[in-house]
């Protein structure tokens, strides 16, 4: 199995930063895809970015574009995204998941972590 922790969320002004961290563990060689997504009080969960793990793209949201940006560390198995720039609309829980090989989709998530952004 394949497990992931966030962290980093928290309070920020609009305007403002923050570095999210999502950490995998156990079977990460079956790791295909990490992703980030996000859920707004009241809305449905939007994707945000997607990291391919062997080709190592990555695909990113419209609304996040120039502002967000995906990075990894392969020796820990961790993927970062910096948020720059944070609006109001960009308040949510933030997950991490993994889509592993296999898997038509993304398959293991992460608890969430709060992102809130005050105008």
């Known amino acids: 199995q394949v497990q992931v922790v966030e962290s980093g969320g928290g309070l920020v002004q609009a305007g403002g930063s923050l570095r999210l961290s999502c950490a995998a563990s156990?079977?990460?060689?079956?790791?295909?895809?990490m992703g980030w997504f996000r859920q707004a009080p009241g809305k449905e969960r939007e994707f945000v970015v997607r990291v391919h793990w062997t080709g190592r793209s990555t695909v990113y949201a419209d609304s996040v574009k120039g502002r967000f940006t995906a990075s990894r560390d392969d020796a820990k198995n961790t993927v970062f995204l910096q948020m720059n720039s944070l609006r109001p609309e960009d308040t949510g829980v933030y997950y991490c998941?993994?889509?592993?090989?296999?898997?038509?989709?993304?398959?293991?998530w992460g608890q969430g972590t709060q992102v809130t952004v005050s105008s």
């Open positions: 998941a993994v889509q592993r090989v296999m898997a038509p989709t993304y398959d293991v």
């Open positions: 156990g079977r990460t060689f079956s790791i295909a895809a």
